[in-house]
């Protein structure tokens, strides 16, 4: 959500990570309650994929091309 506010990186890579986030703090709470296998599986590590794309392109992006520095006044 930091990066969406501080618009340091590129507008859709920091929707991924608020949506992946999202995706995570709903996801995992309800396995735990449901205590369900179906999501120890492969939807399990379906769910983790969003945050995984995410974290891999955001490290690539800050060795490439860093962060946008602010404005000057």
Sequence with gaps: YLFLRARSIPVWLAWLGVF????????????????SSLLSGTVGWLIWMPMLVFEVMLAFWLFIKGVAAPATR
């Design 20 to 35: 992946a986030s999202v995706l995570l703090v709903v996801i995992l709470p309800a396995q735990l309650i449901a205590g």
